[in-house]
């Protein structure tokens, strides 16, 4: 799709394709895989300033949102064809094979036909990755050795309560049960003793193992509570960018603001207390038994 005139300003770049083309009217090409590698070579395209990894629920957004506070930044957020690629890894590339070489050459020419400069005043390349991509980081680690990582977490009590008031897709696992298994780690035969519970609680867990093995290489660790306005400011730093005053002001406004709201009206309010305060016994006894051992060693070692 042209998308040369399109500011990736929403906070999911799906949001933006669907404005961007809401009367029908945008020429989509359908290529095959082979000629997005062969593009690679000939783009003009930013390389990636930072990317963003997250256990769900726990600010992702809200730093997203403070990188488009830079002037010239592309941000682009958590776009479908990084996730199908990523997928891909999880059930069809044996480490070291074959596949697993031609997935990740995908997923490096799939980043960088995100990235092109379409204005030529760009000067940031931002990734937000979706949450169930944090356990390929260290495969993604190798095709950007240089690349910072900030990945997001957060009482793992509160990120599952969330996701149970409104269960994401990635916790639906009849809509692709083999990546579904192996994101927790199961044989597709158990998935359906898996309660919902159960799953994220799993999945959180190893969230946070596959971060905390990732520690050393640059790589940032921000704790939900932690994402004041000062320390958003501070990881731009972190992405080798140094903000404005005017920039500042912009990210200090968006760390007051609900991050998801597209009308940009909605004034933040910190639910941690509540969400944990509504979890069942349920929840917090999966979340002790799968989750908090790798949280808090995550806590322990930050």
């Known amino acids: 799709m042209d998308l040369r005139d399109a500011d990736f300003a929403e906070p999911f770049f799906s949001e933006t ?29 930013l390389e990636p300033s930072g990317f963003i990894f997250h256990a ?26 990084l ?5 891909r890894l999880f059930t069809d590339a044996e480490l070291n094979s074959a ?50 990582f900030v990945f997001l977490y957060r009482d793992p009590v509160e990120i599952v309560a969330s996701n149970l008031r409104s269960i994401p897709e990635w916790m639906q696992p009849e809509s692709n049960p083999k990546t579904a298994a192996a994101i927790v780690g199961v044989d597709v035969s158990e998935l359906t003793r898996l309660a919902p519970e159960e799953y994220c609680a799993r999945a959180l867990g190893r969230f946070f193992l596959e971060a905390d093995a990732n520690r050393e290489l640059n790589t940032k660790l921000l704790d939900y509570d932690q994402l004041t306005s000062e320390m958003l400011i501070k990881t731009m730093a972190f992405f080798g960018a140094s903000p404005s005053s005017d920039e500042m002001d912009e990210i200090r406004e968006a760390s007051r603001l609900y991050s998801k709201d597209l009308s940009r009206s909605r004034i933040f309010h910190a639910d941690g207390k509540a969400k944990r305060e509504s979890a069942s016994l349920s929840v917090i ?18």
């Not at 996730?83 to 997928?87: A, H, L, M, Q, V």
């Not at 379409?118 to 993604?140: N, P, V």
């Not at 006894?285 to 995550?298: F, G, I």
């Open 99 to 148: 596949k697993e070489l031609l997935y990740l050459v995908f997923l490096r020419a799939a980043v960088k036909a995100l990235g092109q400069r379409r204005r030529g005043d760009e000067r940031h390349y931002f990734i937000k990755f979706a949450c169930t991509s944090t356990l390929q980081m260290s495969r993604i680690r190798r095709i950007w050795p240089m690349v910072p």
């Open 83 to 87: 996730d199908k690629i990523i997928s």
């Open 56 to 81: 769900s629920r726990c600010g992702s957004t809200l730093l997203a949102n403070a990188c488009r506070a830079l002037k010239g930044s592309v941000v682009i957020a958590e776009a479908p064809i």
């Open 17 to 45: 394709v669907a404005r961007v083309n809401a009367n029908g009217l945008r020429q989509r090409v359908l290529t095959e895989f082979d000629f997005l590698v062969q593009l690679e070579t000939s783009l003009d395209s």
């Open 285 to 302: 006894e999966m979340v002790e038994q799968w989750a908090l051992p790798s949280y808090n060693r995550l806590n322990v070692r930050s």
